[in-house]
């Protein structure tokens, strides 16, 4: 069956860094378009960054310029390395394969002095 198991969160200051991992297993990762999202306390999940299966990338404007998503279809991973982190970036990040039901379980980004 298909997963999609989310590491590297936890807690780091603000101005640090964090790379966030997203390992697929049991699906064809490298057709897949790949979304990272986040949900804060009492907000809406909201998309972050995004790769294609091709590797075109976007982003959302908060974070433009200080995260990169990146992706190793042999490896069958996608990445989130995040840079200049703040406090509003707290939240639980998931990885999504999108236009299908696939969501990893979310791994807690908290940023704090």
């Known amino acids: 069956q298909v997963q999609l198991v989310e590491s590297g969160g936890g807690l780091v200051q603000p101005g640090g860094s964090l790379r966030l991992s997203c390992v697929a297993s049991g699906m064809m990762f490298r057709i897949y378009d790949m979304d990272w999202y986040r949900q804060a306390p009492g907000k809406q999940r909201e998309l972050v960054a995004s790769?294609?299966?091709?590797?075109?990338?976007n982003y959302q404007d908060s974070v433009k310029g200080r995260f990169t998503i990146s992706r190793v279809n042999v490896l069958k991973t996608v990445y989130l390395q995040m840079n200049s982190v703040k406090p509003d970036d707290t939240a639980v990040y998931y990885c999504?394969?999108?236009?299908?039901?696939?969501w990893g379980q979310g791994t807690q980004v908290t940023v704090s002095s």
């Open positions: 999504h394969a999108r236009d299908t039901a696939y």
């Open positions: 790769v294609t299966s091709g590797g075109t990338t």
